[in-house]
């Protein structure tokens, strides 16, 4: 066994901070104590998700009390610690700050916040995909990564792994689902730049997380725990494991995975903490949309006319033009200034980009009929 691969699980009912403290020092322990992570001086890029500005108990963003424990606990070593995250392009990165309660608890806590959008860039060119990485990450001594966990209507789960995108500046995170807008690659790009920027540690908020249609527009839900663990690819197959999600449906973990389809991830990776059997996730709900990722991609080329996801707006709509703005291949328009956006349904990818910017949760994303006969076990 690889101690590397080990996920630690320590219970946390809630966001209060002296409940959430004691779960993050236990989850420090449980992986061999601050000391095996971090140096005293050293500088730590503590990277979470900050999606959109939404406020935290809607479970669309980390939940500043845990990035707040974590703070405590590396200055308490010694450590220099900052905040940084690259959020939807459509939103100022300010007003992220101050909604989901990061500007106030960074305040509180005398932490730096970073924007990644103005502090330069790094391009790289790695096994065929081309991509900048914000300076500030290179240039940290430690990456502490703090994942929300929840469903994510085009990756089904979007965890560790995929919260390395947010070093990507937000404009280029557009463009890249623009020019990778299949399932299958988009989930290798995912793969690459987490490969290229792997984390030294990575600590999941899952006291309250997010089912359904993620990972803005679901539901939140009380899974009552936080994860950690130095691999990445570990505790998303951890996470996958007790929320009876298909690692193989998680597109990213194909390239990543540690674990061969054939064998359960408890056979490999190691858990310790709280048994994994007192976790309650009976109720979570996967992402409807699960079934295109099982599909191989030529099929899905072949058969294009009746395979599809794409965006369905309700009477929801606040015709804030945020899911204009956002979509990469401007599928989506409006007939006048603030009007009903309309969509070009040959233009559409299915990516999920005005789905995750949407601030009203107006925007759902619908399968073909095909997929829907076959997701209910029924053909035409």
Not at 13 to 36: C, H, M, P, S
Not at 51 to 69: N, S
């Amino acid at each position: 066994m690889n101690n590397n691969s080990t996920v630690a699980l320590e219970y946390c009912g809630n966001y209060e901070a002296r409940e959430v403290q004691a779960a993050v020092d236990k989850l420090f322990d449980d992986l061999g104590g601050i000391k095996t992570f971090v140096k005293p001086g050293q500088s730590v890029l503590i990277k979470p998700n900050l999606l959109t500005d939404r406020p935290p108990e809607q479970a669309v963003t980390t939940h500043p009390e845990v990035v707040r424990a974590i703070i405590r606990i590396l200055k308490q070593h010694g450590a220099v610690p900052f905040v940084a995250d690259s959020p939807a392009n459509v939103v100022k990165i300010e007003k992220v700050w101050e909604k989901t309660g990061f500007k106030a608890m960074c305040e509180q806590e005398q932490t730096p916040l970073v924007s990644l959008e103005k502090s330069g860039v790094i391009s790289y060119e790695v096994d065929g995909f081309s991509f900048t990485i914000a300076k500030p990450v290179l240039d940290a001594d430690v990456i502490v990564n703090v994942p929300k966990i929840k469903t994510h209507t085009l990756t089904t789960l979007t965890g560790a792994v995929k919260n390395m995108f947010g070093t990507v500046p937000g404009f280029q995170k557009m463009n890249l689902h623009k020019l990778h807008s299949t399932v299958a690659d988009f989930g290798k790009l995912i793969a690459v730049i987490y490969r290229h920027v792997p984390p030294h540690l990575n600590i999941a908020d899952a006291v309250i997380a997010m089912h359904g249609e993620g990972p803005s527009a679901g539901q939140p839900i009380r899974l009552k725990f936080l994860a950690a663990s130095r691999d990445a690819v570990a505790m998303d197959q951890t996470i996958c494991h007790l929320l009876k999600i298909n690692p193989l449906t998680v597109p990213y973990l194909r390239y990543l995975s540690v674990v061969k389809p054939n064998e359960e991830t408890e056979d490999q990776i190691e858990t310790v903490g709280m048994p994994t059997e007192t976790l309650s996730t009976k109720n979570f709900i996967i992402p409807s949309t699960m079934l295109m990722h099982m599909i191989p991609q030529w099929l899905v080329n072949l058969l294009a006319p009746f395979v599809w996801i794409a965006p369905i707006i309700s009477d929801k709509c606040i015709k804030c033009g945020r899911c204009i703005e956002g979509c990469p291949t401007k599928a989506l328009s409006s007939l006048h200034k603030h009007g009903m956006p309309v969509m070009e349904q040959k233009k559409c990818t299915g990516c999920c980009c005005c789905h995750e910017v949407c601030p009203v949760g107006a925007i759902t994303m619908q399968q073909s009929p095909l997929l829907n006969f076959v997701r209910r076990g029924k053909f035409p």
